[in-house]
């Protein structure tokens, strides 16, 4: 079993209002598997919404993995094959434009 984070600290600050929630923060699943992690970015303002991932004691890595919207602010990150490498804390990224800083969780 190899074990997907969905991190849960976000970046905080105290002028930001948008809040980014992830979900499952923590994914434990098979090799081969197809897994899937969900976004919420509580309001749109017409941002990109990206995904990052990130191993031990390396810079968070831009993901190619296939993204699809529920809706404008719900989100699905999908890992079709799931491999040893894609063991890691993974990020959903955007921007917040009325504190005009980057959000992620």
């Not at 090799?31 to 017409?46: A, L, W």
């Not at 390396?58 to 040893?84: C, G, M």
Request: aromatic share 10%.
């Amino acid at each position: 079993h190899m074990q997907l984070v969905c991190a849960l600290n976000s970046v905080n600050c105290v002028k930001c209002v948008k809040v980014v929630t992830q979900k499952p923060s923590i994914l434990t699943e098979q090799k081969g598997r197809t897994v899937t992690m969900d976004c919420n970015i509580e309001k749109d303002e017409g941002y990109y919404v990206g995904w990052y991932k990130q191993i031990p004691n390396a810079a968070p890595q831009f993901v190619r993995f296939t993204s699809n919207a529920q809706s404008e602010i719900d989100y699905k990150l999908i890992i079709s094959n799931l491999d040893v490498d894609d063991s890691a804390v993974y990020y959903c990224h955007t921007w917040d434009g009325s504190a005009k800083e980057y959000v992620s969780q």
